[in-house]
């Protein structure tokens, strides 16, 4: 069972005639979603969210969960009970007891509690009849007895007790998230890209998500792409880092030397080392005029795995600084037996992968 | 008294139940280019919906995905690309993708669905390709979330990587060649298009990328 973080707001359980509640647990939901975009709103009036990842980005669970008191204090300006244990049905619970169960700890917290935790009031008057108090006296009750002895429902609310179930049948409102969705939808903005280059929404939208996607990743997580001149697709085509000061701009000059259309969906900015080889093994080259010393037959990682060459062509050689040997590079695309198309790059007798058609 | 005044006369409850706000059919689509227009039904991406891209590995499965979003950044939509570590630049713009509009995350490492998940907050089409199959969990939280953004998420897979949840809309590659002569010229796929079951499946032929590095019809 997953480890979840709790909010349990007391004064959204109910909905209020006038529409705040939903738009309130829409505000909080969008705010918890900073903290870790996989928060959901299982009711109103309860949240939760992953453990783990955020305790990993903010250094440690009750780091997590001062920040998360912090956002519900900003954005509803009132104090959320918050609590920690593995599996929804038991992280409710301790949030609405104020808890942090501690890790590996839930089973012992589960069978702990009062029957009545389970949600249903026959239940718990039947189970004190029967002498059954804490959800765990529950659980130890044979599958077959409570099969006998109470309806099929209960059989669900039993493998929930055993810890075989983390979630209550009914805990989740079904209807919230398209109810969330068409209030969004009534409060987005008109989406007009603006006229003459001026930033409409949408663009605001994607710095936002982009910004946020940055403290989340890190400064160089998010990038553009910038187009340049060049001969090689690694070269007339980069990543750069989303907010980098000065994004190269788009140069359409017509290179010399540069390959054609199609150009690999896949481009590897650093080439990775292959083997190729033509017949008896040995190690396909370029030489110095530009011709093959044999046609290539098997492909292969420097890690293993060797593949038939079916098609080759070129080499395209491309003397970059012709003054200089060592910068004499050329170009192959073949065609695998897998049906895969590679373009393949070679300097100085080494061979490497530099694209991929996929 | 009223916390806020009413500015309108009430709408009765049981009507105000089933009033929404002004949309056009055409916005709750996101607009393909062709060839695709003439073979998704409804001419569009509808928005909130997932789509599956699946091919073998090398048989144009992250060209298809790339070729969707090319009518959609040219009428200014924004797009992501998550978990393409080296995506091929040149071969987007010659799709004709609309790169200003672009947004990567190249190597989201452990947490791509975190950065899927921000960038429905943000941007209408997401690609995304898995490194690893998606544990349900995070593939349901993902598909509620782009049904309630409204957005579209595209998850490019692998048999290996095949997305656990069903989808509203997949392309599945059945078939790959390329024409080559003294270069590789072009590739031929077949695609089969199926929407939700009830949805009737049709297999077409599409030239991705064409000679000029683009999409067209067969």
């Known amino acids: ?358 | 008294m009223f916390a806020s005044p009413p500015i309108r006369p009430p709408v009765p409850p049981e009507l105000a139940a089933t009033l929404r706000p002004v949309s056009f059919a055409t916005n709750r689509r996101i607009a393909l280019d062709e060839p695709w227009r003439g073979l998704v039904p409804g001419e569009g991406l509808r928005r909130g919906s997932t789509v599956a891209v699946q091919a073998p590995s090398g048989a144009g499965g992250l060209s298809l995905a790339l070729s969707l979003l090319a009518g959609a950044s040219s009428r200014g939509h924004w797009a992501a690309v998550v978990g393409v570590d080296d995506p091929g630049v040149l071969a987007m713009a010659d799709l004709g993708v609309d790169l200003r509009r672009v947004l990567f995350v190249p190597r989201p490492r452990g947490a791509w669905a975190e950065s899927v998940a921000d960038l429905l907050d943000g941007v209408d089409l997401v690609v995304v390709r898995p490194p690893s199959r998606a544990a349900m969990g995070s593939a349901r939280v993902l598909t509620d979330r782009v049904r309630e953004r409204g957005a579209v998420l595209l998850v490019v897979s692998e048999s290996a990587t095949i997305w656990p949840l069903p989808v509203d809309l997949s392309f599945t590659v059945t078939h790959a060649q390329w024409s080559a002569s003294s270069r590789l010229e072009d590739r031929t796929l077949r695609v089969r298009i199926e929407g939700r079951a009830g949805v009737r499946s049709a297999e077409h032929t599409v030239v991705l990328p064409d000679r000029r590095g683009r999409a067209a019809g067969g």
């Open chain 1, 1 to 358: 069972m997953e480890r979840l973080i709790g909010v349990w707001v007391e004064s959204l359980r109910v909905e209020a005639l006038d529409g705040s509640t939903l738009r309130e647990s829409l505000a909080l939901l969008d705010a918890l979603g900073v903290v870790c975009p996989f928060t959901e709103l299982i009711h109103l009036g309860f949240y939760a969210l992953p453990a783990r990842g955020p305790s990993r980005f903010f250094g440690g669970e009750s780091r997590v969960l001062e920040v998360v008191a912090t956002v519900v204090r900003d954005v509803l300006g009132r104090e959320a009970s918050l609590g920690v244990a593995d599996g929804l049905v038991w992280c409710e619970l301790a949030a609405r007891e104020g808890v942090v169960v501690a890790p590996g700890a839930t089973d012992e917290y589960r069978r702990s509690r009062p029957l009545a935790a389970l949600g249903r009031r026959d239940l718990a008057t039947t189970g004190r009849r029967l002498g059954l108090r804490t959800v765990g006296d529950f659980a130890d009750l044979a599958r077959a007895r409570v099969n006998e002895r109470f309806s099929g429902s209960v059989l669900v609310l039993h493998r929930v007790a055993r810890g075989e179930l983390d979630e209550l049948p009914g805990q989740r409102d079904a209807r919230l998230g398209a109810r969330l969705g068409r209030l969004r939808e009534a409060n987005r903005p008109d989406e007009q890209r603006g006229f003459f280059g001026q930033r409409g929404a949408a663009d605001d939208r994607a710095h936002a998500a982009a910004l946020r996607l940055r403290q989340r990743l890190g400064a160089d997580g998010v990038a553009v792409a910038a187009l340049r001149g060049g001969r090689l697709p690694q070269d007339r085509a980069a990543l750069v880092p989303w907010g980098s000061p000065a994004a190269p701009s788009e140069d359409d000059a017509p290179w010399p030397g540069q390959l054609r259309a199609p150009s690999p969906a896949t481009v590897f900015t650093r080439g990775v080392a292959v083997e190729l080889l033509g017949a008896a093994n040995v190690t396909v080259r370029v030489d110095a005029r530009g011709t093959l010393n044999t046609p290539p037959t098997t492909f292969a990682f420097a890690s293993g795995g060797a593949r038939g060459v079916t098609w080759y062509a070129g080499p395209w050689p491309l003397v970059e600084r012709w003054w200089a040997i060592s910068r004499r590079r050329a170009h192959l695309q073949v065609l695998l037996d897998t049906g895969e198309a590679l373009l393949l790059a070679t300097e100085s007798g080494r061979w490497s992968l530099a694209g991929v058609y996929d």
